[in-house]
Each structure stands twice: as C-alpha cells, then as structure tokens.
Nanobody
C-alpha cells in the first residue's frame, strides 16, 4: 500500500529524489522510515520523519547529504539524496507506522513499500 519511486542509475556525486506515496490512506500522522539494503548486507535504517513532520533523523553515513520531507497535499514523503556515493547503492524501502516516531523494530511498521533500486556507479 506504499509505493516507492525515483530510483535509478546515477554517477557518483549525483542526486536522486525518492518518493513514498500511499493511495488508500493518508500518511498524515504516520512516522515514515526509509531503509536500504545492499546485496549481501543487512537492511539498514536510513532516515525517519516523525508523524508531525517536526522531527527527522539520519544514519551517520548520510547526514548532510540526504533530506527527508513530507508533502501532505500530495500524500507523499520524499528522500532527497545528494552527493551520492557508490556505497549508497541498494534497494530503498519506505515504511509507515501510525505513531509519533519510527519504531526501533522494523517488524512494528504497519506498511511497507516494494522498494526502488538505487545504483551509484560510474
């Protein structure tokens, strides 16, 4: 019930903007987490935006490069990714939980998207 889009192939230093949209319910008041998984690696939490959109956080490796935001009118959450590096390559997923903040356990999210692939390569 969540749909991610915006992935693709980009050169190092480039940018992408990922979108996470819901068609059957409002994302308002849902905390949205962004995750990624590289081949052969465990899923990693990348970012969270609170249900009220007043608080965000990022894993250390993307701080200063990624920005998460919400557009309630479009019922969409975005992950703007700048200065991309090869190590950012992976499948990116968004997840929603009807809560003020992102759950620590990924299993506690109410909804997950199907993922969008990001490949950073020259």
């Amino acid at each position: 019930q969540l749909v991610e889009s915006g992935g693709g192939l980009v050169q190092p230093g480039g940018s992408l903007r990922l979108s996470c949209a819901a068609s059957e319910f409002s994302l308002d008041y849902y905390a949205i987490g962004w995750f990624r998984q590289a081949p052969g690696k465990e899923r990693e939490g990348v970012s969270c935006i609170s249900g009220s959109s007043t608080r965000t956080n990022y894993t250390d490796s993307v701080k200063g490069r990624f920005t998460v935001s919400r557009d309630s009118a479009r019922n969409t959450v975005y992950l703007q990714m700048n200065s991309l590096k090869p190590e950012d390559t992976g499948a990116y997923y968004c997840a929603a939980d009807y809560a003020s903040w992102c759950p620590r356990d990924p299993h506690d999210y109410d909804y997950w998207g199907q993922g969008t692939q990001v490949t950073v390569s020259s």
